[in-house]
Structure formats: structure tokens, C-alpha cells
């Protein structure tokens, strides 16, 4: 479930008292992330920013509902950008880039409490990457949310990456890669060559089948659930790639065709579960 709505969204349009609007029902300022390790000038989203204060008087209830109408449809929900709950980029809404922005505190705990005392224990995974001001991992743990642990990003030469399969902790989920990742095939054919070898050397691979020995690892992890997109369960190169982060097009198109999933994928996938007591782990 993505933090923001569009702005021309049914969300908006029902509610534009919740929305940071002007008069003609405009975004008065816009959301994005500020420069990082996906793109140099940020990402400018544009979605509109919550009105926070109208929110919080209103018990949080538009969060109870979206969140209580996304489980109707799942077991589990995975809250993209979960940073901005703890603060978030505030952006002029005429920016041509995320690069002009402030940090805005979010509403923190008291949104997800809301949310508890409506629907209960709170089957949700908190999406933590990218540049985290500690504020947000405190509002993860206080929360008890699981966090999420990229294995593709943990070959930087650094013994303390958080993402190193021996770090990762067990309230968390463990991921080959994720939406926004290069498949792993093509990611590993695309790393420079140091991080081929770290990576290599710490599995004790060849390359011949480094996706099957990512997606071995997450699962041999402490993580309390671990995922590989459907695109490394059939070793897929760049071209099955689901997301750019940045660009404005040509993202989410790739699609799985009948008969893709085989009999030889899904005993493999089978054989593994059970090496690594998969089928008995949940949120």
C-alpha cells in the first residue's frame, strides 16, 4: 500500500479537507524523496501531503478505513515509503526537481494506535530503505513492525551492512530483491566487479546460479518471512525488470505469461521451504 494518494484520485476528490489543497483543489506543496542512491536529484512523486492536524481530529478514521478495506483484499499489508509516518520531504508544488524540500515530522505512533484500537494486532510490514533518520526505526520497533531487508544491497564492502544475511534480524522480511531492484540475474550481471566478488565469496557460489543462491540465503535467514519476486524464482534477466525509480515511464508493464510458472520452479521452491522450515513462519 503506497503512503500517498494521486492527485486526482476518488481519495482526493471525497475528501479534500484531508489534503494540503488550495482553493481550487490543487496541491499546495507535493511529495518526494530528497536525493539518494536511486537518483541523484531525488524522486519528485508529486502526490499531495496529507493535512495531518485534520487526521489526527478526526481519530485518524480515513487511515482505519483504507488500512481496514486493504485487508479485506490481503493477509498481510507492506506500507511503501514507511519513513514518512516518522517525517517526510515536503516539496514546493512548482519544483522541477525533489532537490528543494524540507523534512516535515509525520504523525507518527499515534496513527498506528488508532488503526490497533479499530482493527487489532497490526499485520503490517513496514517498507524502512533508503536514507532513515533514526526516528524512524524507533517507531518500528515501538510499533513491533517487521522491517525490510534487501540482499542485493548488501555487498558494498561495509562488515556492518545491516542487509548482510548474518545481520538480519528476525522481526523483519528478507528479499532478493524488491519492486524497485534490477532483477537479481541482471543486477549480479551489472555490479562492478568487486561486488560480484563479495558476494561470490560469501556464498561460496560460482555465479552459475546466483539467483537460486540469493534466494537460498534469504530463506536460510533469521528473517520471520522471506520473498523473491516471481522474475528471480525464473531467473529472468533486466528485461523482466518491474521498476526504475525516478523515471516517469515505462515502469510496471512486464507481465507473467500462462505456463512461465513450472513444475520444475515450483519443486524447487517446494524442496526449499522445506530445508529451511518455511512453510511454518508467518507475520
Known sequence: MPLYVAADSADVWARPEMFELDKNGRPTVVAGVPPNYFSPTGQLWGNPIYR?????????????????????????????????????WEIPKDAQTAETGQWIDGPGAPLFEAIADSLGTLPIVAEDLGELSPAVGKLRDRLGLAGMKILQFAWDGDDDNPFLPHHIEENSVAYTGAHDNDTTKGWFESAPVEERER?????????????????????????????????????????????????????????????????????????????????????
Do not use: C
Not at 61 to 77: C, F, G, N, P
Not at 221 to 232: E, F, G, N, R, T
Not at 238 to 265: D, K
Open 199 to 283: 558476494v561470490l565469496a560469501y556464498l561460496g557460489s560460482t555465479g552459475e546460479t546466483i539467483t537460486w543462491d540469493l534466494i537460498a540465503t534469504a530463506w536460510a535467514s533469521k528473517a520471520i518471512v522471506a520473498i523473491a519476486p516471481v522474475q528471480d524464482l525464473q531467473n529472468k534477466p533486466s528485461t523482466a525488470r518491474m521498476n526504475r525509480p525516478g523515471a516517469a515511464s515505462g515502469n510496471w508493464q512486464w507481465r507473467l505469461s500462462a505456463g512461465e510458472l513450472t513444475h520444475t520452479v515450483s519443486d524447487r521452491l517446494y524442496s526449499l521451504n522445506l530445508r529451511t522450515n518455511r512453510g511454518r513462519r508467518a507475520v
Open 52 to 88: 495531518w492536524e485534520a487526521h489526527r481530529k478526526d481519530g485518524y478514521q480515513w487511515w482505519v478505513d483504507r488500512v481496514q478495506r486493504t485487508l479485506d483484499l490481503v493477509d498481510i499489508v507492506r506500507i511503501d515509503h514507511f519513513r514518512g509516518f516518522a517525517d517526510y
